[in-house]
């Protein structure tokens, strides 16, 4: 018999997952971010939780369903046979989602870069 319980559904897991590595990612490491790129968000108090603005917590939830379901759909698609194969391509995905990522960001209107040297990422 098979148990259609909401906690069984792969959704479901996975959405939790994500969720949690998004809140811890987002409350303890975007700060490393930060410091890296000299970069900052002017968001208005209030609307921030570790000086992280609330709507990235929700926009990286997104964002990391889309990669995650991408980078399934494209393995399963190209079944790549050799562990060489399977690390060249799992690269170039993550080097597209990263670019594709810092290009995004820059539009933000609220971020802004503290240092002379890193003006724009492009």
Known sequence: MQCNCLYSVCRFKTNVW???FSFVGNYFVTHVFFYVLDCAYTIPPG???NRVALVFYFMTHAYFMTYHMFATLILRRLNPTSYFTKAIVV?????ST???EAFSIQHFPHYVSLSPYVT???
């Open 18 to 20: 994500i969720a949690l």
């Open 120 to 122: 724009c990422f492009l």
């Open 47 to 49: 609307y921030e939780l």
């Open 91 to 95: 690269f170039a995905m993550a080097y």
């Open 98 to 100: 990263a670019f594709m």
